[in-house]
T-cell receptor, first 109, second 117 residues
Framework: GQNIDQPTEMTATEGAIVQINCTYQ??????LFWYQQHAGEAPTFLSY??LDGLEEKGRFSSFLSRSKGYSYLLLKELQMKDSASYLC??????????WGAGTKLIIKP | GAVVSQHPSWVICKSGTSVKIECRSL??????MFWYRQFPKQSLMLMAT?????????EQGVEKDKFLINHASLTLSTLTVTSAHPEDSSFYIC?????????????FGNGTRLTVT
């Protein structure tokens, strides 16, 4: 079956670094997406990985290992506004997105 | 960048009435749009895939006669919640992908919060 696993909740301190992990199993694979969603709002796109390795984009980086079915989102220099849910989604062979349940990130001062 | 517009942002309706939600791709043509529902503190749940010029594909457990989808043009898909009941109260979100779907992320509308009283 198709499945995405990510932690339900994480807590980190302002200014610190946090890594949110995601493992996936899909029928075929067409990329791994990370989205940020603030409460009551629609998700916003953060990153897309289709090849192995690290993609850096400002304070956010995303890593993919296709052989391990594993990705992580790395957030540096955490700010209070980074408090949100982070959704991991994998594209299957039909380019349908399989969504994780999301990781709620709580940032403490 | 690609923009998806969703309207209305929120709606309150009485039980038994129908509500229509519009999803428009503003600067690209979308042959496929997706409709999601999200209950509080839960992840997105795909309801259906809307295909321009053909019938929508519904996910298992989603009543196609209750959630009517019409994708009449390459830039507009509508979701009509028919005979709404309080349990239909939820956050409905549409998304679309530009034609280069292999690498283009889904772009989401801002969502519609539906409250059925």
């Amino acid at each position: 079956g198709q499945n995405i696993d990510q932690p339900t909740e994480m807590t980190a301190t302002e200014g610190a670094i946090v890594q949110i992990n995601c493992t996936y199993q899909t029928s075929g694979f067409n990329g791994l997406f990370w989205y940020q969603q603030h409460a009551g709002e629609a998700p916003t796109f953060l990153s897309y990985n289709v090849l192995d390795g690290l993609e850096e984009k400002g304070r956010f980086s995303s890593f993919l290992s296709r052989s391990k079915g594993y990705s992580y989102l790395l957030l540096k220099e955490l700010q209070m506004k980074d408090s949100a849910s982070y959704l991991c989604a994998a594209g299957d062979s039909n380019y349908q997105l399989i969504w994780g349940a999301g990781t709620k990130l709580i940032i403490k001062p | 960048g690609a923009v998806v517009s969703q309207h209305p942002s929120w709606v309150i309706c009485k039980s038994g009435t129908s509500v229509k939600i519009e999803c428009r791709s503003l600067d690209f043509q979308a042959t496929t749009m997706f409709w999601y529902r999200q209950f509080p503190k839960q992840s997105l749940m795909l309801m259906a895939t809307s295909n321009e010029g053909s019938k929508a594909t519904y996910e298992q457990g989603v009543e196609k006669d209750k959630f009517l989808i019409n994708h009449a043009s390459l830039t507009l898909s509508t979701l009509t919640v028919t005979s709404a009941h309080p349990e239909d109260s939820s956050f409905y979100i549409c998304s679309a992908s530009p034609p280069d779907r292999e690498s283009s992320p889904l772009h989401f509308g801002n969502g519609t919060r539906l409250t059925v009283t």
